[in-house]
């Protein structure tokens, strides 16, 4: 992460901020006036009021200590070695500089600002009867110490204004984290939904149509039909309140009305279709029979589309499904139907070979689509240990 700048983490000066640092402000001036001034107003009377003066006017300049920072500071610092009663804004102008922590802004107004320490000392000395080293020895050392304090509180706010940016930061990322699994969480459900519904509702749909275009049914074929669109329907709704019991079990994620389906679920899935009257034959190679629950149910899902699309778009078409592989090739699914085979009504939009793609390459593996002639081709391999 890139150093911020230091307008970026400065707090904003509040009322009580500016109380407490002209209270300082005025008791470092008084400290460094009142033992030279009453010799001011004995030997140099007007030199008295200048000080004064220009005590008056860093008090109004160092407000603009962050705006300018340097040229303030420097201003202040040279002020300081003509006058005493500037000294308190100075010191605030150095510290305020010195939280920048730029090393060559510090270096350049620190040597000022010592310098005109020392300077002030030598023009309006003190009758204590100190040594010249002393004096000398408290400059710097008052020096260094307003430069220390200064980097320290600037190096303690880009400290907090970096955690805070952090956990800002993160706290967004989880914000991202959450819509995002939500987002994957309904296109997990609509695909789900995709893949058992259509499957029945196509069901329901070639029955009806049947009921439609036939006008020789006997009462009794009638009535069994109208029975194969009940169960189908019934069905239907019975996988969507299991497709929904994911919305309610927060703690698993599974599906609470009942167990997905896996690869041992294969030939009652097509039984039901045969028992429906589609045309299906399943040719079972894959030696291994313990096969992975996600893979099975990827695979479940792919040969319940290929069934779904054939009734919609081939009705009475013979659908071949071949199942191979191992644990060491993964599985293999092809389906394969002939196309214009009948009429149909059925609507397609084609979002659940989409869908089962987007599953697909989730589990690692692959699914290709298309004519070959005049066969429709539907071609999937699912990883074993997806």
């Keep these: ?221 009638m009535r069994a039909s109208a029975g194969v669109i009940q169960q189908q329907a019934h069905e239907a709704l019975t996988d969507l309140r299991g497709v929904l019991g994911v919305l309610r079990d927060e703690s698993t994620g599974e599906l609470s009305h009942a167990p997905q389906p896996t690869y041992a679920d294969l030939p009652q899935l097509v039984a039901d279709a045969t028992r429906s009257g589609a045309r299906v034959e399943l040719e079972d190679f894959v030696a291994d029979r313990s096969v992975p629950d996600a893979v099975g149910r990827t695979v479940y899902r792919i040969i319940q589309e290929g069934i779904t699309n054939a009734r919609k778009h081939a009705p009475g078409a013979l659908l071949t499904v071949q199942v191979s592989g191992s644990e060491e090739h993964g599985i293999d699914v092809l389906l394969r139907n002939p196309v214009g085979f009948g009429p149909t009504q059925t609507p397609g939009a084609g979002l659940g070979l989409i869908g089962l793609a987007e599953r697909a390459e989730l589990r690692g593996g692959r699914l290709d689509h298309g004519r070959d002639g005049s066969t429709f081709v539907l071609h999937g391999w699912i990883p074993w240990a997806s």
Excluded: C
Aim: proline share 5%.
């Design 1 to 221: 992460m890139d150093r911020p700048a230091p307008e970026e983490y400065q707090p904003p000066l509040r009322l009580w901020s500016h109380v407490w640092r002209v209270s300082l402000m005025l008791a470092i001036s008084a400290v460094a006036w009142l033992p030279v001034a009453s010799k001011q107003a004995h030997d140099h009377p007007y030199w008295f009021f200048a000080d004064l003066l220009i005590g008056l006017a860093g008090y109004v300049a160092v407000f603009f200590r962050r705006r300018w920072p340097v040229p303030v500071a420097l201003a202040l610092a040279l002020a300081s070695a003509v006058s005493g009663t500037i000294a308190g804004p100075a010191v605030l102008a150095l510290a305020s500089l010195a939280t920048r922590r730029r090393w060559r802004e510090l270096a350049v107004v620190g040597s000022v600002a010592f310098a005109a320490s020392q300077l002030f000392t030598t023009i309006f000395p003190t009758d204590n009867g100190e040594p010249a080293w002393l004096d000398l020895l408290v400059n710097a050392v008052f020096t260094a110490a307003v430069l220390s304090w200064g980097m320290y509180v600037g190096s303690r706010r880009e400290l907090i204004w970096t955690l805070r940016n952090r956990a800002e930061r993160a706290e967004a990322e989880q914000e991202l984290r959450i819509v995002q699994a939500r987002s994957n969480e309904r296109a997990r459900i609509a695909r789900e939904m995709h893949d058992v519904l259509a499957h029945r509702i196509s069901q329901v749909s070639m029955h009806a149509g049947a009921l439609t275009f036939r006008t020789d049914l006997t009462a009794d074929e």
